[in-house]
């Protein structure tokens, strides 16, 4: 009887501790990459971040997931493929590589892969993988991150009927 007494209160006590263990709060402090889909650092400022969209955090989530072993130098896990694949991608942010592309021919290649456009076979074809929706997510990803800035094309002037 008093040692099962003895042994409850000692079972107490370790669960109190083990309790005392975990400091208040550390459940907040997880891994940046897992809880910050909402912002991204900018490109030409890691101390900036941009805040992103519903649309353009799903995205950033898919290119975490799908896209970054070669349009990023660093991810989750370590250094990239990019400098191993030829020809080398494009890194996501660079605007200069990725404004002239219109939406058609992004959402294009990502749906079928770079040789349905004459293009690299090393850039996979998505259509099976990834529903239009995240496709489109992850352009919207693309074109918040873009340094320099992307802005989207202007409409065509109307055409002024010559009497
Ligand atoms: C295995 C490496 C690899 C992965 C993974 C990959 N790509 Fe690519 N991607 C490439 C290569 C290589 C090219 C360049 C093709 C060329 O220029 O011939 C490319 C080109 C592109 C282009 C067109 C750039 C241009 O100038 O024409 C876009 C847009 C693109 N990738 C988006 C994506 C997206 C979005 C994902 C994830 C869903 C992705 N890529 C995943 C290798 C990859």
């Not at 942010?93 to 021919?105: C, F, I, K, M």
């Not at 990803?141 to 800035?149: D, E, G, H, I, L």
Request: hydrophobic share 40%; charged share 20%; proline share 9%.
């Amino acid at each position: 009887m008093m040692a099962r007494t003895t042994t409850a209160i000692a079972v107490a006590c370790l669960l109190a501790a083990l309790a005392g263990c975990r400091p208040k709060g550390s459940m907040e402090a997880r891994d940046p990459l897992r809880n910050a889909f909402d912002t991204v650092a900018d490109a030409s400022d890691a101390a900036k971040l941009v805040p992103l969209t519903y649309q353009q955090a799903q995205g950033k989530r898919i290119f975490e997931t799908y896209c970054v072993w070669c349009h990023a130098d660093a991810t989750p896990a370590g250094p990239s493929n990019r400098s191993n694949v030829t020809p080398m991608p494009a890194v996501i942010t660079d605007g200069t590589a990725l404004n002239g592309l219109s939406d058609e021919y992004m959402q294009t290649i990502i749906t079928l892969g770079g040789s349905a456009l004459g293009k690299s076979a090393m850039m996979p074809p998505y259509g099976e993988t990834l529903k239009e929706d995240d496709i489109r997510a992850v352009m919207a990803y693309a074109r918040a991150v873009a340094q320099p800035p992307y802005e989207p094309a202007a409409r065509p002037k109307p055409q002024i009927p010559v009497k």
